[in-house]
């Protein structure tokens, strides 16, 4: 460990020039997760604050949110459903929203409109600010907290689409962004105000919303009762909110995406370690050969060399999130940037991984060279 | 009557195998005493190089007995084989060999390190014998900004680090000029001599043979005392 920090300190400029290279390559991983973090929790913010532990779909609409259709009416229906605990109706809207009556373009934002019914499943967590609509009010709402850089502030009023019913702003909601744009919680009555406003064409005979939140009761198994909602409720199909989320339009699309990449960098720190270790290995033959002579054992100098490998890896990471961590505090909040704690540890061990890996492969060379050749010649 | 520290029985060395089978050293033996200092000559390729990395324990003989240190080497596995040259064998080499990032402490301390000598205790030795080398004033220095005879000096110093009780010197001289590569040798000498430790110097230069206590010539592999 010495002979290995002595070497990194002496020989700066080599494990310097790795290093950086490490750091940058970190720099770039961790923005890639902090952004994947960042699209995922802007997409499926809204989905995840439902806080359910099923949705209940219309069948044979892939899980839309849009096309799926339910009837208020089997929320009571669901309810008697063995293992089920609560449930509560959802109705979703996709639109635009503004602050002013009037439409002036400049004022429009996109907004989702989430109807919940109040005290049920499908009532956000996450509140930072305000409160949520009670159940005997409407036209009332709490919106989503990345609303504030569009300027909208408790007290305020917000219109949807091309409805001219206000809704005030009662409260805000953290991590309930929807399709990375922000939601406005309301009341299910409020909600079918909104609908029969600005999306006539969908209003029916019966109260529909779009799913079912589903409670599921403590110890019992999701998937069971997921099974049993199906069996008790007509045309229905219930997942998991996991399920539910990777089922968006382009989730897992875009997971794939984002972590082909992440792979491809650790493929290339995989190669610029191994290329490393393997050049100073060769470079230092002779050396070693000598050091062999005078007792060392193939362990001990395969272990500087990973004590090095490490020594470059940790302060690189370390570097790297220090630097990640200014460049996304200094980034646009338009743009999605989340500090994954738990990604960035796992990018932490991956790093260190590689390392290891890459410079556990110098280790054949070494054992290999033979301290014989540190006196003259064979043969002589 | 001192003890023997260094005993070669008949040993052979035969590289390769077949029709490629070369044979490096025919029964050779040799032995030497605590204190003494011994020359091998002969020109390249006599099989000094194999006979010295044999007794170093950096070579495995094809026949014959060696015992150094009262340990037959022969029957040591790889892994003791490093212990045993940690501990019982200093070598000085032809091209100093000091690690180029180390100081001179540093580079005699590494010996130390692979003996797993205490490290207080390793300090303690290193300044010992960097005074006796009369190389106090250079001890934080890397190699690269030493003299060509403190480079050797240190490398002297590295090989007595573990109070070994043989020491190989392989062509101590190769890279001094004349004035400086006697006073190497003249210290070697003191150093074997005075720490009672038993010393084999290969060589070319036959000037270097008068600061030996014996010579022991090998031609094509054969020793001739």
Redesign the interface.
């Known amino acids: 460990m010495r002979l290995a920090w002595k070497e990194i300190l002496r020989r700066r400029g080599r494990f310097l020039s790795v290093g950086i290279t490490l750091l940058l390559i970190n720099v770039l991983v961790l923005f890639l997760v902090s952004q994947l973090a960042g699209l995922d929790s802007g997409q499926t913010g809204a989905i995840r604050a439902l806080d359910a532990d099923l949705l209940t779909f219309d069948a044979g609409v892939d899980q839309s949110l849009f096309r799926s259709s339910v009837p208020v009416a089997a929320v009571q229906r669901a309810r008697s459903v063995s293992g089920v605990s609560d449930a509560g109706a959802v109705g979703v809207l996709f639109g635009t929203g503004r602050t002013q009556v009037e439409v002036v373009p400049d004022d429009l934002f996109d907004m989702s409109v989430f109807g919940y019914e109040p005290g049920s499943p499908g009532e956000p967590a996450n509140l930072v600010a305000g409160r949520l609509p009670r159940a005997d009010e409407s036209g009332v709402g709490a919106i989503d907290a990345r609303a504030r850089t569009d300027g909208v502030a408790l007290g305020d009023v917000v219109y949807f689409a091309e409805s001219d019913r206000p809704i005030e702003i009662v409260g805000f909601v953290e991590d309930s962004s929807f399709q990375l744009q922000p939601t406005l919680w309301v009341g299910l009555d409020t909600w079918e105000e909104l609908l029969v406003a600005v999306r006539p064409e969908r209003v029916s005979d019966d109260q529909r919303a779009n799913l079912l939140a589903i409670d599921v009761e403590s110890g019992a198994d999701p998937d069971a009762v997921a099974q049993a909602l199906d069996s008790g409720l007509t045309h229905t199909e219930s997942v998991t909110t996991a399920d539910a989320i990777a089922a968006l339009p382009g989730f897992s699309e875009q997971r794939r995406t984002f972590l082909t990449i992440v792979g491809m960098t650790y493929l290339a720190t995989a190669i610029v370690i191994t290329l490393f270790f393997a050049l100073i290995t060769l470079e230092k033959s002779e050396q070693i050969g000598i050091l062999k002579a005078i007792g060392a054992r193939t362990r001990d100098l395969t272990a500087s060399v990973l004590a090095q490998s490490l020594l470059l890896a940790i302060p690189a990471f370390l570097g790297a999130a220090a630097l990640t961590l200014l460049v996304g505090a200094a980034l646009p909040p338009e743009l999605p940037f989340t500090v994954d704690t738990q990604a960035w540890l796992t990018v932490g061990l991956l790093t260190a991984t590689v390392s290891v890996i890459g410079a556990l492969l110098s280790f054949r060379r070494i054992s290999r060279i033979d301290p014989a050749n540190a006196i003259g010649g064979a043969g002589d | 009557m001192t003890e023997q520290v260094v005993v070669t029985r008949d040993v052979s060395k035969v590289?390769g195998s077949g029709h490629a089978a070369?044979t490096?050293l025919r029964e050779a033996s040799i032995h030497l005493h605590e204190g003494e200092f011994m020359a091998l000559l002969g020109p390249?390729?006599?099989?000094?190089?194999?006979l010295?990395?044999i007794v170093?324990a950096?070579?495995t003989p094809t026949s014959g007995e060696v015992t150094v240190a009262g340990e037959d080497v022969t029957r040591l596995t790889a892994?003791a084989r490093?212990?045993f040259?940690?501990?019982r064998i200093g070598?000085v080499?032809?091209h100093f060999?000091l690690?180029?990032?180390?100081t001179a402490a540093?580079n005699m301390l590494?010996?130390a390190?692979?003996?797993s000598v205490p490290r207080h205790e390793a300090q303690a030795r290193v300044a010992r014998l960097l005074d006796e080398l009369g190389l106090a004033g250079v001890r934080n220095q890397?190699p690269s900004r030493l003299s060509g005879g403190e480079r050797q000096r240190v490398a002297i110093g590295?090989a007595l680090m573990n109070d070994p009780d043989v020491i190989?010197v392989?062509?101590p001289t190769a890279n001094l000029d004349t004035k400086l590569g006697t006073a190497v040798v003249e210290l070697l000498a003191h150093e074997i001599r005075s720490r009672h430790k038993a010393g084999i110097m290969?060589t070319h230069d036959v000037r270097m043979v008068d600061f030996t206590d014996r010579t022991v010539e090998i031609l094509d592999g054969t020793v001739r005392c």
């Open positions: 590289y070369t490096a390249s390729g006599s099989g000094k190089t194999t010295l990395s170093g950096l070579l892994r490093s212990g040259r940690a501990r070598f080499f032809q060999n690690v180029p990032f180390l540093e590494v010996a390190q692979f003996a890397v590295r190989l392989d062509e290969v």
